[in-house]
């Protein structure tokens, strides 16, 4: 079987959820999309939601330590795995899901793949045509982002990373300003 992985954003502002109206499954989701080979997974969300909305968009919490000798990646919220149909067979789907924010501007859905948009209230998601399992993951989703430790930090600096004693003094610990600096 073969494995692909994709990225998605539960994207949260006001109480509302971001959701596109999918031309090819004709249910609304999160947006999102595969990985190109050897793509950082937030580069490739980053990539794939300004493609189909054209926003731009920022992590509820980064990576919790940021270190010279290595490249953090901020951990997805939640990771799924599904089997999926099609040619020329059978996938095992892995999709890692992030908490974002918008960081402005209006959307535009990117045609080809997509027929709508909307802002939805989170309690009011599974009044939709969504997949079974997509209205209980919003909802833990923009609980998870509620947390003190989440939604009271400033957009665009997640949670403060962690001092992480530096082995050599010649590479000193510089603190996570933004959770896409590497």
Partial sequence: MIHRFSVSAIILQAGQ??????????????????LENDEDPVDGLRREIREELGIEIDLVRGPPVRHAAVKAIAAPFLMLAFDTEGPPEARRQ????????????TPVVQP????????VPVDEVAALD???ELPAVIRAAADHAQRPD????PAGCGT??????SPRPDRPI???SHPSTT
């Fill in 160 to 165: 403060a990373p962690a001092e992480i004693p």
């Fill in 112 to 119: 080809r793949e997509l027929s709508d948009y909307a802002w």
């Fill in 94 to 105: 892995v999709d890692m899901v992030y908490v974002c924010r918008p960081l402005g501007g």
């Fill in 174 to 176: 510089r603190p996570n």
């Fill in 17 to 34: 959820v971001l959701l596109v109206k999918h031309r090819r499954l004709g249910r609304w989701i999160y947006p999102g999309g595969h």
């Fill in 150 to 153: 989440g939604d009271e930090t």
């Fill in 130 to 132: 969504v997949p079974p």
